[in-house]
Nanobody, 121 residues
Framework: QVQLVESGGGLVQPGGSLRLSCAASGRFFSINAMGWYRQAPGKQRESVATITSLGTTNYADSVKGRFTISRDNAKNTVYLQMNSLKPEDTAVYYC???????????????WGQGTQVTVSS
């Protein structure tokens, strides 16, 4: 059974930094794209940043220049370095990975349990 386990959320003051991690565990063949999404109270879940298996990245306009997504394929882990945090970054952050269970199956999307990020003075 594939699991995504997130860590690194918390409370930080405006202008501060946090680093989120998400590790995939269990039995699977390969991981394609990985990404981070967030959902603020009363709002829809939105894409924050994604990274392909080859390292191509994409960011939401609201986080460009402040957030950096990276991955360690040997550890099946994706990271999100968040700098210059703003109150509007407050949300539950979820990681998502497109994972192939075996060589002859298509990739399916898996979600982590979510980690709370609160930016407040």
């Amino acid at each position: 059974q594939v699991q995504l386990v997130e860590s690194g959320g918390g409370l930080v003051q405006p202008g501060g930094s946090l680093r989120l991690s998400c590790a995939a565990s269990g039995r699977f063949f390969s991981i394609n794209a990985m990404g981070w999404y967030r959902q603020a109270p009363g709002k829809q879940r939105e894409s924050v940043a994604t990274i392909t298996s080859l390292g191509t990245t994409n960011y939401a306009d609201s986080v460009k220049g402040r957030f950096t997504i990276s991955r360690d394929n040997a550890k099946n882990t994706v990271y999100l370095q968040m700098n210059s945090l703003k109150p509007e970054d407050t949300a539950v952050y979820y990681c998502n990975s497109e994972i192939r269970a075996s060589w002859d199956t298509r990739a399916a999307g898996y979600w982590g349990q979510g980690t709370q990020v609160t930016v407040s003075s």
